[in-house]
DNA sequence: ACTTATTTGTTCGTATGTATG
DNA sequence: ACATACATACGAACAAATAAG
């Protein structure tokens, strides 16, 4: 019978044939769509969502595992859980700078370096980078963020000729656009951007703090000198809740 | 119970509700969108599939001849089956049009009016449009598509006062840009074009004929006159397996 | 620098309802 | 009618990260 229990404070009829947890993710994001609870702000904790609602902790968490799953809110242990802000905008220009973009938007860009290495260019990079095949590259894997959350995991290849120990720099500086300066080229621009879509794997999931089958954005770009010399070409997946890339004309 | 079979090598869930063939044939397009198989390059035999997915041949055929049918590999009696184009690149420019696009790449455009009506216009429409919101707008669904493979699925809202009988010209014409000019407008360009990845659901995949779970590419789009005025907004959801949207700054 | 309280994450166990063959 | 499998729901305890004093 299992309902022996005080009453729960939501009057609603039992609803037959749906589940607790399911009802409670529904409320839940009733709440957060009406803006009961706006973005970024937290929920109430678990002990107390279960209170309010008569049930057992383990029946939020399943409600509130339904909605991070879906992207809506995500939970950080220690702290709360947080209703996801609105994706950041993303303008895709000549002028495309990472670090600049997350700015403007009030947030605090980081970057942290995952690996990095040497390595030749294989066909699809000498492709974008105009060089022939087997031309030492430089190759940097990182994860970038906002305010602390990841926006995209990606590598970003330079020639090695150009920047040899691009590695160093970023580490020290946190910048490709330092790591250029540093090389000799005091400005550049986006030169071309693919964009297709793709599903989060184990990987990205654990890369970017999110679950896995969740959308990504998969931006394959290439940047120029201003005088239209080929300087870098990247790869990134992004969180496609947390994105949404603008072009404007 | 069906699966007292070995052990397939793909270590995938289950995907319930999914056949046999159509998981094969998922895995197979997900080989060739993400490059392992190259455009023009064979697939293996379909025995040899067969052995590696711990599958009757029979159901390696069904799949295969699935993708052959929405023009993905080309199947030729004794020599092999071969894959055929790629993404279709996608130029988002100040300039798209959905046929020219298509055409240009060499496939037949196709649109399919899937629903029209007239609405009045939410915040969102109304906002994109810059109209006041409640203002009358004809709303058309359609599904385009290129050599008969469905690209996107998607609804374009135009002001009701610029084109009342927006739903009989494009049925006649299948031509949105037809639409604008019978309504005066000869000419207009793409304004802003914002972008973001979500995951298929059962109707997006009924509709763009793939399985649920697949990538999607979620382009929201406002078209204006040459003024500048906005004339009609639209949200794609495109087969991010079957597109590639391409920026050239 | 340290402690304490709070909050999410994880792992046991138990019981029950439901669908399947 | 029965056995089995699975998802749901509850309970208790502990681990780990975070925030506050």
């Given at each position: ?18 589940t ?11 709440a957060i ?22 049930v057992?902790?383990?029946?939020v ?6 909605l ?13 859980t ?25 947030r ?47 590598t ?10 691009a ?10 656009t ?56 990247s790869?990134?997946?992004?969180a ?10």
């Amino acid at each position: 019978m299992a309902r022996a229990r005080e009453k729960p404070v939501t009057a609603r009829p039992p609803a037959a044939g749906v589940t607790l947890w399911r009802r409670i993710a529904d409320d839940l994001e009733r709440a957060i769509a009406a803006g009961d609870i706006a973005a970024g702000e937290k929920l109430p904790g678990e002990t107390e969502i279960a209170a309010r609602f008569g049930v057992n902790r383990h029946t939020v968490r399943r409600a509130i595992a339904e909605l991070a799953g879906r992207g809506l809110v995500r939970a950080a242990r220690g702290s709360g859980t947080f209703v996801e802000g609105g994706r950041l905008a993303y303008p895709i220009s000549a002028r495309t700078r990472f670090s600049e973009i997350v700015g403007t938007a009030g947030r605090e860009a980081g970057g942290r370096l995952v690996a990095s290495r040497l390595e030749p260019a294989d066909g699809a990079i000498a492709r974008r980078l105009k060089i022939p095949k087997g031309t030492p590259v430089v190759r940097l894997d990182f994860v970038r963020s906002a305010n602390g959350v990841p926006l995209s995991a990606g590598t970003t290849w330079l020639p090695a000729a150009r920047a040899p120990d691009a590695a160093k720099i970023y580490e020290a500086t946190g910048s490709i656009t330092r790591v250029l300066a540093a090389a000799g080229i005091s400005d550049y621009r986006r030169y071309s951007t693919r964009v297709t879509a793709a599903v989060a794997d184990a990987i990205d999931a654990a890369r970017l703090d999110l679950s896995p089958g969740r959308p990504l954005l998969v931006v394959e770009s290439v940047d120029v000198t201003p005088d239209g010399k080929p300087i870098t070409t990247s790869t990134g997946r992004f969180a496609a809740d947390r994105v949404e890339l603008m072009v404007e004309n």
